[in-house]
């Protein structure tokens, strides 16, 4: 049955198959260190025979907790497919790598895998500042598993492909930090494996040479049928790249499929941020002039996750508790992460004693991928009675992009949909 | 072209990782990393007198003082005996020969893998690699001081006889016992990292210990084979041998114990690299 079992395997191309795959790293409570020190060790011993002599029923208060960095994970991967692990940080999407890389080994279950794995978790792993540029590539595609054989036969194109040519005898120490970078991938992405184990390594580098790195793998898994699973917090290279995806949350697997289910799965279960505030009158902030009740963000769309295409309105539910009190303008601010002003909107108004609700509508196709929080200003002419600051915060994800080849971050503050008008004058 | 590569995948061995799994292949994964050992070894040289003219000159100036020291000391103020009538300068460097390379591979191997930390975390290899590779840097520096021994030999204008063929089989003796040593240690370094400030201690005790500066032949008969147990002291009196001739002799029960002794540190080592190579990750 067994053997009929493993036979079916080969049978279906299942080049890695997990079984019950868990990590666990001990943390002890009394060494917060990241290492262990010998004095520390000895001290610790000298000092807990010193109190069981002097008090033969001491307890040994030194526990040691067990943290899973990875637990039960299960699953299978055929010949060919390309596999994204998402999830946030901490979820486990290194440790898993690690092990299929045999960095770390597992603490339980077991992982089959058949043909030759090359992993990439860094880029340029060994580089040596001191050496030229063409002694670099010899030692790191020995590092990464390439025979001398191999590496002598991809060189031009490896240079070639890293543009680099007038600079091979010269060591790497004087690169340009794109220049390294684009060295290291060149390297890694003539790695002849059947599996390649990508990690979080598009995260560098200029974003024309990311592009031409998601190309180069998307060409090598297409032509040679190769494995690859990657890992990324880049939605847009993940949704372009891959077919299937695992969603990893707290050591466990979430969620796996079709890579655009598994994305749209990981920004509705992580990104539903704070979309609605409310508060009584007791806790409402604001001051004897102004205070605000509910703020909330509906997306004007029957999909929970906002996207760059998703109209917003944004609410904001607010008393005036004296009668001397009289506003005249309200104000919405968009910020992004950092804290910097996007925008800013007003409308005019008059609002005296009573309850009120200001909407305000962010259109689609208008703002970036990125977080952003909202300050609302209650004005009384030139003077600011209230402002109600960072009462909401909202992510806006990218939508994977298919038209443009471009993968990576789009620049700007904002990404209006603007009206384009390109007509041809003459032939030339 | 597609059933092709499917019949060449099926025929591939399979990997299978799981708790403990690590041990089965691992000496012939040795064997498959080769390339990197040989070229870990080669960046570590390279880049050593790459950097500076100084790197050289280190190797030089470092185990002739000492050889000038000792003579001095030992030779011309205690007047101790010289083996088998040859110059003092030229037994003391003899001896000094093994031991710097022992004490340097020590060093060097014991530091080795906190030294290499970003490349243990970042791909799989067997780790043995680092360490040995660092010890062939010292070989480096090893036949760079034996330049001053033939210096300092033509000087004496001393003949050596045709022992000096059996030299390597020392070499390999001091080679084992560094390797033994160092694995232990720098296993030990990788999980307490104040290990490393007992080792220049125990390099300079050992200096003391080991029959550097004197023969060991005045040695007290009684404690002969006591003073054996250092692993040393087989490689020192065999240099001795080699370089200087018959006229020294070896003392064939010290000898075999300091053999025996090197063997058990070399097993020792290699099983608590072995035992603690898998949590090299984790830890560093």
Known sequence: MMACYKGFLIMSDVVIQSDGLGKAYTISHQHRERYTALRDVLANRVKKAWSRIRNPHYYDHDTVEEFWALKKVSFEIKQGERVGIIGRNGAGKSTLLKILSRITEPTTGRVEITGRVASLLEVGTGFHPELTGRENIFLNGAILGMSQAEIKKKFDEIVAFAEVEQFLDTPVKRYSSGMYVRLAFAVAAHLESEILLVDEVLAVGDAAFQKKCLGKMQDVSTQSDRTILFVSHNMTAIQSLCSKGILLKKGGIQKMGDIDTVVNDYFSHEFLCQLVNEWNLDTAPGNDAVRVKKVHMLPESEDPVINVTTPLKVTTEFWICQDSVTITSISMALKNIKGEYIFACVTECSCTKGLYSAAVEIPGNFLNDDTYTIDFYFLKEATVLFLHQDCLVFQVNDIPRVSTGYLGKWVGAVRPTLHWDCSRLADA | ?284
């Not at chain 2, 020792?268 to 190579?277: A, H, N, Q």
Request: glycine fraction near 4%; proline fraction near 5%.
């Open chain 2, 1 to 284: 072209m597609r059933t092709i590569k499917k019949t060449i995948m099926i025929n591939q061995t399979k990997l299978v990782i799981e708790p403990g799994r690590a041990e089965k292949n691992y000496f012939a994964d040795l064997w498959r990393y080769r390339e990197l050992f040989y070229i870990l070894s080669w960046r570590d040289i390279s880049t050593r007198y790459k950097q500076t003219f100084i790197g050289i000159l280190w190797a030089l100036i470092r185990p002739f003082l000492t050889m000038v020291v000792f003579t001095v000391v030992f030779g011309k103020l205690a007047k101790l005996p010289s083996d088998g009538g040859a110059p003092y300068a030229i037994m003391v460097y003899a001896a000094l020969l093994p031991w710097q390379f022992f004490s340097s591979s020590l060093t060097e191997a014991s530091n080795s893998l906190v030294g290499n930390a970003q490349l243990i975390t970042k791909v799989y290899f067997p780790r043995m690699i680092i360490p040995t590779s660092s010890i062939i840097t010292c070989f480096v520096d090893f036949l760079i001081s034996f330049a001053i021994l033939v210096m300092v030999m033509a000087y004496y204008r001393f003949m050596p006889t045709l022992n000096i063929f059996l030299l390597p089989v020392f070499l390999l003796m001091a080679f084992a016992a560094s390797l033994g040593l160092g694995l232990y240690i720098t296993s030990l370094n990788v999980k307490y990292r104040d290990f490393r400030y007992v080792i220049p201690f125990v390099v300079q005790f050992g200096l003391y210990i080991s029959p550097v500066g004197f023969s060991s032949s005045i040695i007290p008969e009684q404690y002969r084979l006591l003073y054996c147990l250092n692993p040393m002291v087989a490689v020192i009196d065999g240099f001795r041998w080699a370089i200087i001739g018959n006229t020294t002799f070896i003392y064939w029960p010290g000898f075999i114990l300091s053999m025996a002794v090197t063997f058990f540190f070399v097993l020792l080592g290699i099983k608590k690299f072995r035992s603690m190579e898998k949590s090299f990750a984790d830890i560093i």
